[in-house]
């Protein structure tokens, strides 16, 4: 049997769909986490919308973060296009899954993740080396 010798990589060439996929693993933790203080914490299901927002901006700058870094240039750019991207994902997911519409909520969110992806681009750019 031959082995294989050459194995072709796969990269993400899109900025903002990399920043998608590292903003959606971070939200994905942080959903986690959240779900680990929830059960064994003492934290309260009256305070879990606050942390949510703020598990949605963290995923949103590190999103951005990876989409500036990756894209070199324009971070706030990059980084609020993830921003939007981010938070119609999210906005889809909820309106698909539970049947939620716009709300205050959601306007809550937009003014989160859209800046926050945008400063993560920016730190992104420039520590780029």
Not at 13 to 42: D, E, H, K, Q, V
Not at 67 to 86: D, E, N, P, T
Not at 92 to 111: E, P
Request: with cysteine.
């Amino acid at each position: 049997m031959n082995p294989i010798k050459n194995v072709s990589k796969v990269s993400v060439s899109s900025p903002t769909l990399a920043g998608a996929m590292t903003a959606c693993i971070w939200l994905a933790a942080g959903a986690l986490l959240l779900s680990l203080f929830l059960r064994f914490g003492s934290m309260q299901e009256s305070s879990l919308p606050m942390y949510a927002l703020a598990v949605h901006g963290c995923s949103s700058f590190a999103g951005g973060f990876s989409s500036g870094k990756r894209s070199g240039r324009k971070g706030w750019y990059f980084g609020g296009s993830l921003g939007i991207v981010y938070a119609l994902l999210i906005i889809l997911i909820g309106f698909l899954s539970v049947n939620a519409g716009f709300s205050a909520h959601t306007w809550s969110l937009l003014a989160i993740v859209i800046p926050a992806g945008a400063i993560g681009g920016m730190i992104g750019v420039n520590l780029k080396k």
